[in-house]
Nanobody, 119 residues
């Protein structure tokens, strides 16, 4: 089992920045990929950034060039640096990991952290 705890959300003005953190604990060797998802009111949860154990990253078009995903394996922590934030980035942001030994499948979730972009 892996446990995930997000932090770093809050209220920010358009054009501002935030950094989200996700502290992971438990069966760390089971993790083969990590990622950030978000869910805005009335919308489905969407993948916005992922990173494999090999360091390969992938971003949704909506955040490419503005958001950066990274991980510190020594601290078992995943980060999401968010710059040039827009009102449409307002959502609950979730950290997730893949623990399926045969494929990348995001199956473990944190509790979420609210990000609100508003003036």
């Amino acid at each position: 089992q892996v446990q995930l705890v997000e932090s770093g959300g809050g209220l920010v003005q358009p054009g501002g920045s935030l950094r989200l953190s996700c502290a992971a604990s438990g069966s760390m060797l089971r993790i083969n990929a990590m990622g950030w998802y978000r869910q805005a009111p009335g919308k489905q949860r969407e993948s916005i950034a992922t990173i494999t154990n090999g360091g390969r990253t992938n971003y949704a078009d909506s955040v490419k060039g503005r958001f950066t995903i990274s991980r510190d394996n020594a601290k078992n922590t995943l980060y999401l640096q968010m710059n040039s934030l827009k009102p449409e980035d307002t959502a609950v942001y979730y950290c997730s990991v893949s623990t399926d030994p045969y494929r990348i499948k995001y199956d473990t979730w944190g509790q979420g952290t609210q990000v609100t972009v508003s003036s």
